[in-house]
Nanobody, 125 residues
Framework: VQLQASGGGLVQAGDSLRLSCAAS????????IAWFRQVPGKEPEFVAV????????YYLDSVKGRFTISADNAKMTVYLQMNSLKPEDTAVYYC???????????????????WGQGTLVTVSS
């Protein structure tokens, strides 16, 4: 299984970015694909998740209404559309995949077995 995250960059507060996570080597519809983010000195934080089939999504409360996660099954790619970005959204964003994800662990890092390399998002004020 390989996950390739891309799309990060330097933007100003209020701007938008779209992150992509291209997956390979897995049955896409059977996996949950999540985005986590991490800042130096802190544990990775759950941001959003979608089942490969696109049947359900969950979000970190602080990004609800600003971020949208979506999946393109044909391209085996998950997107994170980030609007109205804030300086506190600055982090390295990682995508992760798991096929043992259930509702009780859907926000836990341990539920995801495969991780991409991360893409840096910097939001200036």
């Amino acid at each position: 299984v390989q996950l390739q995250a891309s799309g990060g960059g330097l933007v100003q507060a209020g701007d938008s970015l779209r992150l992509s996570c291209a997956a390979s080597g897995l049955t896409f519809s059977r996996y949950h694909i999540a985005w986590f983010r991490q800042v130096p000195g802190k544990e990775p934080e759950f941001v959003a998740v979608i089942r490969g089939s696109g049947s359900r999504t969950y979000y970190l409360d602080s990004v609800k209404g600003r971020f949208t996660i979506s999946a393109d099954n044909a391209k085996m790619t998950v997107y994170l559309q980030m609007n109205s970005l804030k300086p506190e959204d600055t982090a390295v964003y990682y995508c992760a995949a798991g096929n043992r994800v259930i509702l009780s662990n859907i926000r836990n890092r341990s539920a995801y077995d495969h991780w991409g390399q991360g893409t840096l998002v910097t939001v200036s004020s």
